[in-house]
């Protein structure tokens, strides 16, 4: 080989890349498999819909498959009674109605969830105050609640976000001081537990939903479960356009609306329910390693699990991020380096609920009302107001919190793992 084409030879070959090199910078990525799809469908998922479809018979209370599933889904979180109906908003909604939330009451809750969980509250005229949450868990600060606690206050309702139990002993007790009710978004909580209890019905009543992503779906679909036969009932005949149990079909005794769920809904829930155990187990066994792994990883916080808390549903794999720890990088720079290396990863909610203009609008709309009619009810001017008291959620929206999803804690062991090692690689990046 002459000198020239040994030149021109090492000129064109191609320069070799670390395997420490992220991925956005031309390296390889840690994974290029997907991670297990959600929802899963079966065979016998295919046969429980045809069977709903020849019977004829679609519509609630013409089959028996939503009393079915409704007892069945209660039974599991040990509640002595459940409503299913068309989503989880309605069913919040439901639920704050039976337990007695009326006009220009003042309901306690997150902001750091869910629009739902709010506009729930509003459509029913209440007033939703934010409190803070705290910082290890991200969930409900029971401590702060109590302080935003007044004459008008009437619920609290605490939020099971990502599937972890909120802290319940705290909840219960400073309801109990103030002699409030509790309904709990259990929304992404399938199967959680307390101190041994099922989640949901811990309080005076709580809700699930069945939306497409939740650990549970047909779609949509959600459910109000409760130990109380009067919230109960109650319930019912607002899900059932006013009538009541074994009443006549056309006796309307409350004002109520069409919320039934479809027969369709409750059969695919019902085929799905059978593997939701299993699946809750899998995402526990999965989380708990990356629990131990990513904790020791310097700027990332896994939620922190109480260790009252005996079961963990794991709707979402929620951590927070600390950009001062990785040299300023910003959350967005994380997120998209943790995609690129093929790890699916979400900011999560980015906008405290108080911020949002669908909230910020109607509860300043119902406070305008509630003053006119002489009703005094504490709501700061500005949500930059109320922004400063709530320091934690700001921090956590604005840069701190991160998502993983349900499905990808569906895998094996080393595809968790693929997990943990992208998130290392990125690490020693900084």
């Known amino acids: 080989m002459t000198m020239t084409t040994a030149t021109n030879a090492a000129a064109t070959a191609t320069p070799t890349v670390s395997p420490d090199t992220l991925a956005i910078e031309g390296g390889a990525a840690v994974r290029t498999r997907k991670f297990p799809e959600w929802p899963i469908v079966t065979a016998g998922d295919e046969t429980a819909l045809i069977a709903v479809l020849r019977s004829k018979k679609w519509g609630a209370r013409l089959g028996n498959r939503v009393d079915t599933f409704a ?90 976000l990502a599937g972890q139990p909120a802290d319940m002993d705290a909840v219960m007790e400073v309801a109990k001081r103030h002699d409030l009710k509790i309904v709990e978004d259990a929304a992404q909580a399938h199967g959680a537990s307390w101190k041994g209890a099922k989640v949901g019905a811990l309080g005076d009543a709580g809700t699930f939903s069945f939306q497409s992503s939740k650990n549970l779906t047909a779609g949509e679909g959600g459910i109000v479960v409760t130990n109380d036969r009067a919230v109960a009932e109650l319930a019912w005949s607002y899900v059932n356009v006013g009538r009541v149990p074994d009443g006549a079909w056309y006796q309307h005794e409350v004002m109520g609306w069409n919320l039934r769920m479809t027969e369709f809904q409750a059969a695919i829930l019902l085929s799905q329910f059978e593997r939701l155990p299993a699946q809750f187990e899998t995402r526990e066994r999965n989380a708990r390693l990356l629990d131990d792994e990513l904790a020791k990883i310097d700027g990332i916080h896994p939620q922190v699990r109480d260790e009252r808390i005996t079961g963990h549903a794991h709707h979402l794999y929620s951590f927070r991020y600390d950009p001062a720890a990785w040299g300023g990088k910003p959350r967005t720079w994380f997120l998209k380096a943790l995609r690129a290396e093929g790890i699916p990863a979400s900011d999560g909610y980015t906008t405290p609920l108080y911020r949002m203009n669908a909230v910020r609008n109607e509860r300043q709309k119902w406070a305008a009302i509630a003053r006119r009619a002489g009703v005094d009810v504490t709501i700061p001017e500005t949500p930059d107001a109320e922004g400063a008291l709530l320091p934690v959620t700001e921090r956590v929206c604005a840069e701190q919190g991160a998502w993983l999803g349900q499905s990808l804690l569906l895998g094996e062991e080393a595809d968790t793992m693929d997990v943990v090692t992208a998130f290392a690689k990125l690490r020693r990046a900084v």
Do not use: M, W
């Open 71 to 160: 007892g069945e889904f209660a039974r599991y979180q040990e509640a002595a009674h459940g409503i299913a109906l068309t989503n989880g908003t309605a069913a919040l909604e439901v639920a704050l109605r039976a337990v007695g939330v009326e006009p220009f009451d003042e309901v306690i809750l997150p902001p750091y969830t869910f629009v739902a969980s709010a506009t729930a509250i509003l459509s029913i005229g209440a007033i939703p105050v934010f409190c803070d949450i705290r910082e290890d868990t991200l969930l409900i600060d029971a401590e702060d609640a109590a302080r935003r606690i007044t004459p008008r206050t009437k619920a609290i309702l605490p939020v099971h």
